[in-house]
């Protein structure tokens, strides 16, 4: 099991994040420790903190991790998918990493839950 703290430096934006085929389970917000709950993806508000624990147990392979913003008015903003890689050891680097589903970017429901 791994800890990992997760920080969103961006300036306006709201950003969805998960980690492909892992679920989260969110144990602090903002240097307050919460009564965990797991989740397969967050929303992390600008110079917000969360610790997730995240358990790294399936099959080794490549596995993206992308922030996307949440936008829930329709207005013209670089709204692109910031990626990286969680990779199993031993995993070959010409394997293409799987995708998580994220929240739709106005996906509201879940920015509120």
Do not use: C, W
Not at 42 to 59: K, S, W, Y
Not at 73 to 94: F, H, M, Q, R
Not at 98 to 105: D, E, H, N, Y
């Amino acid at each position: 099991m791994y800890l990992l703290r997760i920080i969103n430096a961006a300036l306006n934006d709201e950003l969805f994040f998960a980690i492909a085929g892992h679920n989260l389970t969110v144990v602090e917000i903002d240097a307050v420790y919460t009564k965990p709950f797991t989740t397969e993806a967050i929303l992390i508000a600008p110079g917000q903190t969360t610790n997730v624990l995240v358990r790294a147990n399936n099959v080794p392979n490549r596995y993206f991790m992308p922030a996307r913003p949440f936008m829930d008015a329709p207005v013209t903003v670089d709204n692109k998918t910031a990626i990286a890689i969680l990779e199993y050891k031993g995993v070959s680097n010409n394997i293409i990493p799987r995708l998580p589903t994220l929240p739709a970017s106005n996906d509201t429901s879940f920015a509120l839950s």
